[in-house]
């Protein structure tokens, strides 16, 4: 019988090896990526049932490289191994579409239970936050401000130091487009610097703190 195919994505090497000797045994693990833009390629050429993604990674975060294939009409699962048990990460990814939350430092079985509950078309969340994030989505509690797709990648690039240039390059538009993004991010967001909307990116985990 086919194994249930797994597509991952995790900035961190030895994180992404440890996923190899962990998931291998149970399905066939196609590729492991190391950012979000690398996971979107892989997705289109390899088609995964079940994609296991970590929340902050360079150039396009998980959540991001969720609602991009979403939108391009993807049916894979998605189940997020991180290091965030920060409901508001929890509630976002499941808000977009996501069959799985599971922390890192969770035992290694969660991520196994978790990969299988997606394929079943059930959600599974770590236990450890499991009652808060239902509670908060229960009250449709959020991360405040909400920007659009696009303004998240734009921040998030704003945040890893592209310059509006390489920004424009990255994502087909023109540098004036860019930012025009920029300022409606700082108005969304009510910050006035750049530093601010560092700190912004770090507290939506669009970069890593």
Not at 109 to 130: D, N, W
């Amino acid at each position: 019988m086919k194994r249930p195919t797994v597509l991952a994505a995790d900035d961190h090497r030895i994180v992404a090896e440890g996923l190899r000797s962990l998931l291998e045994p149970d399905f066939e693990l196609v590729e492991v990526v190391e950012d979000g833009a690398a996971l979107i390629e892989a997705h289109d050429r390899l088609r995964p049932d079940v994609i296991v993604a970590d929340v902050t990674m360079p150039r396009l975060n998980g959540i991001q490289a969720m609602r991009r294939l979403r939108e391009n009409g993807s049916e894979a699962k998605f189940v997020f191994l991180t290091m965030h048990p920060d409901v508001a990460y929890a509630v976002e990814a499941l808000d977009a579409g996501a069959s799985g939350y599971v922390l890192k430092h969770s035992a290694p079985e969660e991520l196994v239970s978790a990969v299988r509950e997606a394929l079943a078309g059930r959600t599974y969340i770590t236990p450890r936050i499991a009652g808060e994030v239902l509670n908060a989505m229960r009250q449709g509690a959020g991360k405040g401000a909400k920007l659009t797709s696009r303004q998240s990648e734009v921040l998030q690039l704003i945040a890893e130091g592209r310059s509006a240039k390489e920004i424009a390059a990255m994502l087909d538009l023109s540098p004036r487009t860019v930012e025009s993004h920029k300022y409606a991010i700082m108005e969304i967001l009510d910050v006035k610097t750049s530093a601010e909307l560092v700190r912004e990116a770090v507290k939506r985990g669009l970069v890593a703190d």
